[in-house]
């Protein structure tokens, strides 16, 4: 069967914006069969450089963003008035204002658990109740083990850059065996997997390791990987 098929790069507080759809787009979007939003660091597209005093330069015309800037930006949309919300830097509360349009009060990283979301009202669980499949791709940091269980700390990757195990309804009570975590949070190399398989979901979120998300401060990368971490 033909999809249509969409890829979206974000940085972390764009998606939140979009998830309201204005009725005259409605009959476009329903054709759309399969979502893929592809996590970046939160770094404004234009603006005055502040970020770059702390190594989140904006994005916009950057030689070390090169293909956002060239192939991507020459054939897709994008948001040419996008500012990282001010005071809120730190990862974690921007990704759970994505998944859920709050930050439960959360102003730091941490990992799951603190504090545990017992709330069902977040976007993977609201596309699964209407029927909509889902899957988290993350990948590992370099030097780290692939997960084979629900990713509940920083063992694997920087957790807090990953929403859905932070509430109870995915992670079955901090559970590392919960099958519904299990079944939808994957590591990145389980991708190409799935897309020969043609089993991917409906909406699909992929979580970049930190030395290829633009996050600043990367240290280490594989020795293969550029030290500016390039985009």
Not at 88 to 96: D, I
Not at 101 to 117: E, I, R, S, Y
Not at 146 to 171: G, K, R
Request: net charge negative; glycine share 6%.
């Amino acid at each position: 069967m033909e999809h249509s098929r969409r890829v979206f790069t974000f940085s972390m507080a764009t998606l939140a914006a979009l998830m309201v759809v204005p009725a005259v787009t409605t009959a476009q979007m329903s054709k759309v069969k399969t979502v893929w939003v592809i996590m970046m660091e939160n770094h404004n597209w234009t603006g005055n450089d502040a970020g770059a005093s702390f190594g989140d330069p904006d994005i916009k015309g950057n030689p070390l963003a090169p293909y956002i800037n060239s192939t991507l930006v020459n054939t897709a949309a994008h948001a040419e008035q996008y500012y990282n919300p001010p005071g809120n830097h730190p990862s974690q509360p921007n990704y759970l204002w994505l998944e859920a349009g709050t930050n439960f009060g959360v102003l730091a990283d941490t990992q799951p658990g603190q504090p545990q979301l017992h709330t069902t009202k977040h976007l993977v669980r609201l596309l699964q109740d209407a029927g909509i499949s889902w899957r988290a791709y993350a990948e590992p940091d370099f030097g780290s083990p692939v997960f084979d269980t629900c990713p509940l700390d920083f063992s694997f990757l920087d957790i807090n850059h990953l929403a859905p195990p932070y509430f109870n309804d995915i992670n079955d009570g901090l559970n590392p065996q919960s099958p519904e975590c299990i079944a939808h949070v994957r590591p990145y190399y389980q991708l190409a997997t799935d897309l020969a398989d043609h089993t991917t979901a409906q909406y699909n979120l992929v979580i970049p390791n930190l030395c290829h998300d633009g996050h600043e401060g990367i240290s280490p990368c594989d020795a293969t990987e550029p030290s500016d971490n390039t985009l």
